[in-house]
């Protein structure tokens, strides 16, 4: 008689293995000592990175992992960083900051100039370390002067992630957060001390941060651009598709989402929506 072949996804799991049994500890771990609800994210990725830190900490089994996660009080805040990527960069894909120069954001204030209001509101939401925020305030701070002594701007960066958030509030960055930014840029608005790159207050001061779950929104009605961009990919398609419905009840009518160059709109959330350049992934609230 043939033996059975023993495959890695055994009940225990095997090295470098995350079983479904496992999985579910861990999510409930996280959830309770962090409050990320893995739950709405990719389980191929999670799974990936659970094992890959699982791994670095010399953990055999996903079981071993679960007490180890369990016994090391710092071990779920590690954790749920390892599996939040803070990727990003200033002027992150230029040709979609060189759309919303040239046609959303002027869209934006003469909407307001027309109808008379002085408030515009901006939001990234997974803002990472403030690169995309401070994008949009050096754009403004560039371009934009009379409209910015005219209206209210804000300015909002949201993460999950307080320790990024930390860092997004020092504004202080490597140079290779800034190979995308054009010279002058870079020039006109960082001091580079000891080879790090210091954003100059006033623009740093343009924007303000909070954590927020995307999960759980509590962003403004009536926000006028918001960029969530390389955020969803990370997530389940009914997450993408419930997160980008609180996308469109955020938005004032007429607003722009923007999303990443590898996001696209699905499901019911396409009705809310009318694409204004598929290429950049800009979209308008319908
Ligand atoms: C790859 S970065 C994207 C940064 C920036 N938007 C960009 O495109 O350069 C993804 C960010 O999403 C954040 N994130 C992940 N899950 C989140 C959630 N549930 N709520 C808010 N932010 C989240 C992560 O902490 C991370 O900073």
Do not use: W
């Not at 403030?130 to 209210?152: K, Q, V």
């Amino acid at each position: 008689m043939q033996r059975p072949i023993l495959t890695t996804s055994g009940r225990d799991g095997a090295r470098g293995d995350v079983p479904e049994r496992s999985y579910e500890k861990i999510r409930r771990i996280l959830k309770t000592m962090t409050g990320l609800r893995l739950e709405n994210y990719k389980s191929s990725c999670v799974k990936r990175r659970i094992a890959v830190r699982m791994t670095s900490v010399g953990c055999d089994t996903a079981d071993q992992y679960v007490d180890f996660l369990l016994t090391e009080k710092a071990e779920a805040g590690i954790l749920a960083k390892k599996l939040t990527i803070h990727v990003s960069k200033f002027f992150r894909n230029p040709s979609t900051f060189a759309k919303l120069k040239d046609e959303v954001i002027p869209d934006i204030f003469s909407r307001h100039r027309l109808e008379g209001s002085r408030s515009v509101s901006m939001a990234s939401i997974g803002c990472a370390a403030g690169e995309e925020p401070y994008t949009l305030a050096l754009i403004l701070a560039d371009c934009f002067r009379e409209d910015l002594s005219r209206f209210n701007v804000s300015i909002h960066g949201t993460d999950i992630d307080s320790g990024i958030l930390h860092l997004a509030e020092n504004a202080v960055y490597g140079a290779e957060s800034l190979d995308e930014t054009p010279p002058e840029v870079r020039d006109r608005h960082f001091t580079c001390k000891d080879g790090k790159y210091h954003l100059d207050p006033l623009v740093r001061n343009m924007v303000s941060f909070a954590r927020c779950d995307l999960l759980r929104p509590t962003c403004k009605a009536a926000t006028d651009l918001i960029l969530c961009r390389n955020v969803l990919i990370y997530f389940e398609r009914s997450s993408q598709e419930t997160i980008i419905s609180s996308f469109a009840e955020s938005l004032r009518e007429g607003g722009f989402l923007v999303l990443g160059k590898t996001e696209t709109m699905m499901g019911k959330a396409r009705e809310l929506f009318l694409p204004v350049c598929r290429i950049e992934r800009i979209y308008r609230k319908a």
